[in-house]
């Protein structure tokens, strides 16, 4: 998926003719994280970012977080289509 950034992001998705099994998502959102720089300040801007997306989460905010790696997130993939401004 283009658009961030500094992540990488990618789509990942059952093929149309599987089904999710129990409460699996047919459909998520790989982001891994970009270089930003690095130190301390480069590790507490990306905690903080996965705390605030984990709250925003839990109370039904933003999309579900499936799943946190060292760099790396994967979170509910919602289709949606970017908004564009009127000349």
């Known amino acids: 998926i283009s658009g ?3 992540n990488l992001v990618f789509y990942i998705g059952l093929p ?3 089904e999710p099994i129990g409460r ?6 790989l982001r891994l994280f970009g270089d930003l720089g690095s130190g301390p300040v480069h590790q507490f801007r990306l905690i903080t970012e996965t705390v605030v997306f ?3 989460a839990e109370r039904n905010l933003g999309p579900k977080l ?3 790696f060292p760099g790396r997130r994967l979170e509910e993939f919602i289709q949606a289509t970017a908004s564009r401004t009127r000349r």
């Open 54 to 56: 984990t709250m925003l």
């Open 16 to 18: 149309d003719n599987l």
């Open 66 to 68: 499936a799943g946190v």
């Open 24 to 29: 699996e998502p047919a459909s998520v959102l």
């Open 4 to 6: 961030g950034l500094s």
